[in-house]
């Protein structure tokens, strides 16, 4: 046992007094070792602060361009957990996985605690006068000052900016975000004159066509993306309709997995398959072609030579353009960031052919993007900074000393800045470049807006006070304004309120303002008329641009594809842990960013498993291990970007850097081509949570195509025949349930992989992180995981998911194999772990057939750092070292329905109680309530024809059902 620091052993008087506690810690939990510090009174409670009841608070979560609409659980004044706000009109209860992760963030150890001057602790009153009087100073003696932030998506912060400008006319903003889909943003500014990110309406869509787009994985609104996909794809019976994914992608996305029909393409060319298909759908399937446009000038788009450029089977993408034009105005067709601004022209041209736009891609309906600074113009800026061009630098949430590609001109710019200033959560790589380090508060502990929609504005407010030192940016910005004797409010959440009073409240509305206000902050947000916007045309003129630049030929040879990651995303979470443990969902690899090869390239270049190679683009050069990916396009690389910092104690060491081998002149700077890969001749091993891929013949993750399911109901029934159980013989008398039957139903039709219940139940169920080296020795914690299963031919396998947690069944091989009854099963059908008792012989986990106990081989907890134990949840138990531990159904927040039901004196409701993994999935795949209620919906689950339980020919009775996964291909041969 491992003893606190300081303690050589337990005394008997210690051991006593602990023993006669225990009864009294029973009932609650405790983290804290022993004589870690005294106990402070709760003598005055704050108002509206329950002890032991949770209170809740809209917020908004902002991601690059994307903002999503969150509920925050907080407990004594601490912020525990973050679900989807189900009142926000645009993410409407879907909340990204990195927002629930973020939460860690908040009591991050690592963050900045106080203002820094060049490395020596500071005061914010000094930091205020100084940069003031420099601003001042600036603005006197007509210096240029250099404001680099983020992208700027709230309106109040524009309006901010705007009275920046107005007191300093030498303000130099520009907003960075080094993962942004710069090349749609640039190609949407020359079709219509402006930038567009439309709003994208999957749940009116019946085809989808992604171009190596990832919108149901990386994509920040994946979340909203996955809800409005799965609603067509919820399968009620045989006959029922769903809609078809085509994807067309190099490498293997987690929307690649999940697709119907996918094809290999190589990246480059899809801006000529797309202007093929425009080419097609005119001519054989009269869909007009805009104004200025004649078919002559797709010529060299004909459909057979575009397939071969890019690998494809010509008969394939004729019947694409079958489905495509059948669909009409329900088709969808969108572009990922890594193509180049030609192919996201070929996509507005088919979304405007088929009708979609006003349909399913709304170009009213969003508001205009945030003016956006690529790595070209901020090449530009850094080289005016190098020569001496701005008095005054002020980095705000953007790290460019890392992100930007040349760190030496970082270097030489940053250095000739007389005074920087670096406003951010840590210290960071730009923070050691700049004088001034100052903290800001974490997005939890700030005010501020947002506008997801032309007719929508959500609403941020702090959750809980700031922990450490540290100030809202834009708090500080209006304090330096004040000094400078600029008018202003004298508060950020004043200068807000203000703002909404006369840009977002109703003029002539009989409600007063504070009622509205409050309404707002209670819901997260208001709705209120959308701003009329004239009729968007496309340019023809740049149109024809696009396409006589376009070419359906390839560049040869290796081509590189950069995505952010999916949990580090573009390396603002790099010091997460929960982030950097979260298997990637398509190679199930954490903690760094293997290279993905195809099986035909690693052969060629004789590269094996986990072999480290060199991947070099002009003069820079990478090296990090391979993964042999099944499903990769030959020729096409992938790395996700986001890792190899060189700052934080969780980020330091994990991964590479990728961002240097971006080409800043490059108008598609994440499809990178000319690159060489070259065997090192070392190995590394790469930590995964899934060593193997197949299901060897067993039909754990099942699967049937939308024809075999609905006109072979004979075929069907033989699929599964043969694993239904038949009077299986048990030695374990028949349980009774004569109240509550909890189980759980899981549709994989609806589950995408996209592994946000992972990250809820970490968050709720206190779950640790262990480590890479933890990860390589096989155990890792997580109470729940999305085993993800290749069939058919490696080289284009199809892909199912399957998510794996304790199936709490009624006759559990774990129950009667523990020696000390440490696992039991309670009346309402869960099977129960006694953490107290448990002595950790594993018998359970041996005799467990489908391996979710994991078992503590560590002390994780007792040496965290302050103040990262304020994250724990005080109703679950922190367990210490050497116990098993499993899901529960998160047995709190039955126990809390339970009581607040007998409270007001009636029965549960169906659907009242989600566990945090049914609360996080945004495709509403998991499904919880009570089996003896005949209309509860997991009941009526359960009877579906779909349904089949994992292993029931053991006789173990698991509580939790699955329903087969349904799939629409359009090519049935290709499915496994």
């Not at 963030?105 to 020596?120: A, C, F, I, W």
């Not at 190679?613 to 096409?636: A, L, Y």
Request: glycine content about 8%; aromatic content about 8%.
């Amino acid at each position: 046992m491992r003893l606190p620091d300081g303690k050589d052993a337990i005394s008997r008087r210690r051991f006593l007094t602990l023993l006669s506690a225990s009864a009294s810690l029973a009932v609650g939990t405790s983290c804290s070792r022993i004589d870690r510090g005294t106990i402070v009174p709760f003598t005055k409670r704050p108002g509206g602060i329950i002890p032991g009841v949770a209170n809740y608070y809209a917020s908004t979560f902002q991601e690059g361009l994307a903002t999503h609409g969150v509920l925050v659980k907080a407990r004594e004044g601490r912020p525990i957990h973050i679900a989807g706000n189900s009142e926000h009109a645009v993410s409407r209860g879907s909340a990204s996985l990195r927002a629930m992760g973020d939460l860690l963030g908040l009591y991050d150890p690592d963050r900045l605690r106080g203002p820094l001057y060049k490395g020596e602790p500071a005061t914010w009153e000094d930091a205020r006068k100084t940069l003031a009087k420099a601003l001042s100073d600036a603005r006197l003696m007509e210096r240029r000052v250099l404001f680099l932030t983020n992208a700027l998506v709230s309106p109040t912060q524009k309006a901010l900016l705007y009275d920046l400008r107005l007191a300093l006319p030498g303000l130099r903003h520009a907003a960075f975000e080094p993962a942004a889909p710069q090349p749609e943003i640039a190609e949407s500014t020359a079709l219509f004159g402006k930038a567009i990110i439309p709003r994208v309406h999957l749940d009116r869509a019946g085809v989808v066509l992604s171009l190596q787009s990832d919108f149901l994985g990386t994509d920040p609104n994946a979340p909203v993306f996955t809800r409005d996909f799965s609603r067509r794809r919820a399968v009620s019976g045989r006959g029922s309709g769903m809609n078809r994914l085509w994807v067309l992608e190099g490498s293997m996305t987690l929307t690649g997995a999940n697709a119907d029909q996918r094809l290999q393409a190589r990246p480059s060319a899809l801006a000529g398959v797309a202007f093929a298909l425009a080419l097609l759908l005119n001519q054989k399937h009269a869909l007009p072609l805009p104004e200025g446009l004649t078919p002559e000038d797709f010529k060299p788009f004909e459909i057979r030579r575009a397939a071969q450029a890019a690998g494809i089977d010509p008969a394939a993408l004729r019947l694409l353009a079958d489905n495509l034009a059948h669909a009409g105005k329900s088709a969808l067709v969108l572009a990922g960031p890594a193509l180049t601004p030609q192919a996201h022209a070929a996509c507005y041209l088919l979304n405007s052919m088929l009708g979609a736009v006003g349909n399913t891609l709304d170009l009213a309906g969003a508001p205009p993007p945030p003016e956006l600074t690529g790595f070209s113009e901020l090449q530009s800026l850094l080289q005016k900074a190098e020569q001496g061009e701005f008095a005054i630098g002020i980095f705000w949430s953007t790290n460019p000393a890392y992100a930007f590609p040349d760190h030496s001109l970082w270097k030489k710019a940053v250095a000739k800045i007389p005074e920087t200033y670096r406003i951010g959560l840590y210290e960071d790589e730009t923070a050691l470049d700049c004088a001034w380090r100052l903290p800001e508060h974490h997005w939890l502990e700030s005010w501020g807006d947002f506008e997801p929609s032309s007719d929508y504005v959500s609403l941020r407010q702090p959750v809980s006070g700031p922990i450490h030192d540290t100030m809202q940016a834009e708090e500080f910005l209006l304090e330096c304004l004040r000094r400078m004797k600029v008018r202003t409010r004298p508060s950020y959440c004043d200068y807000l309120k203000s703002r909404w009073q006369s840009d977002v409240f109703p003029a002539g509305s009989p409600v007063p303002f504070e009622s509205f206000w409050n309404a707002a902050l209670h819901d997260g947000g208001a709705r209120r008329e959308p701003r009329q916007q004239p009729p968007f045309v496309m340019n023809a003129a740049a149109l024809k641009d696009a396409i006589a630049t376009s070419s359906p030929a390839t560049a040869g040879g290796l081509e590189l594809v950069l995505s952010p990651g999916s949990g580090v995303y573009d390396g603002r979470y790099a010091n997460n842990g929960w982030l950097n443990e979260l298997p990637d969902p398509v190679t199930k690899s954490d903690w760094g960013n293997p290279v993905l090869l195809s099986l035909s390239d690693a052969e060629r270049l004789g590269v094996q498993q986990e072999d480290v190679v060199s991947i070099s683009i002009g003069s820079m050069t990478v090296e990090t291990p391979v993964i042999i990916q099944p499903g990769q396009s030959p020729g096409v690389a992938a790395l996700a970007l986001g890792y190899g910092r060189r700052t934080g104690s969780v980020a330091v060491g994990i991964g590479v850097n990728a961002y240097p081998l971006i080409n800043i002149l490059s108008k598609s700077p994440y499809l990178l081509t000319g690159v060489k890969i070259i065997r090192s001749g070392e190995r590394r091993e790469i930590p995964k949570t899934q060593m193997h891929d197949r299901m060897e013949g067993r039909q754990l993750a099942r699967s049937l195509t939308l024809a075999e399911y609905s006109h072979e109901p004979e075929h069907h029934g033989e699929k599964h025949a043969k694993h239904e159980p038949h009077h299986t013989a048990s030695l374990i008398p028949e349980l009774k349930f004569p109240q509550n039957k909890w189980g759980m139903a899981i549709d994989l039709s609806l589950c995408t992989g996209c592994s946000a219940c992972v990250i809820a139940c970490q968050s709720e169920n206190n779950v640790p992180v262990v480590g890479p080296e933890r990860i390589l020795d096989g155990r890792h914690m997580q109470w729940i995981r999305i085993d993800r299963y290749y069939e058919g031919d490696l080289r284009s396998p199809s892909v199912l998911h399957q998510p794996m947690l304790c199936q709490h069944c009624d006759n559990a091989p774990c129950e009667i194999v523990c020696p000390v009854n440490a696992t039991t099963h309670s009346p309402d059908g869960l099977n129960q772990m006694a953490y107290n008792r448990c002595v950790g012989t594993r018998y359970c986990s041996n005799n467990c057939p489908f391996k979710v106990r994991r078992f503590n081989f560590f002390d994780y907890t007792s040496t965290k750092r302050e103040p990262e134990i304020l994250v724990y949840n005080p109703e679950v138990t922190v367990r210490p070292r050497g116990v098993m531990e499993k899901c529960t159904f998160c047995v709190q927040r039955i126990q809390d329905v339970r009581q607040l039901a007998k409270f007001e004196s009636r029965q549960v409701r169906d659907g009242e109680i989600q566990p945090a993994c049914a609360a996080a999935c945004p495709a509403g795949a998991i499904v919880f309530g009570d089996l003896n209620d005949p209309e509860s919906r997991v009941s009526k689950m359960v009877k579906m024809d779909r349904h089949y339980r994992l292993l029931e020919e053991l006789g173990i009775k698991p509580s939790v059902t699955y329903l087969t996964d349904i799939a629409n291909p359009a090519i049935t041969k290709d499915r496994a």
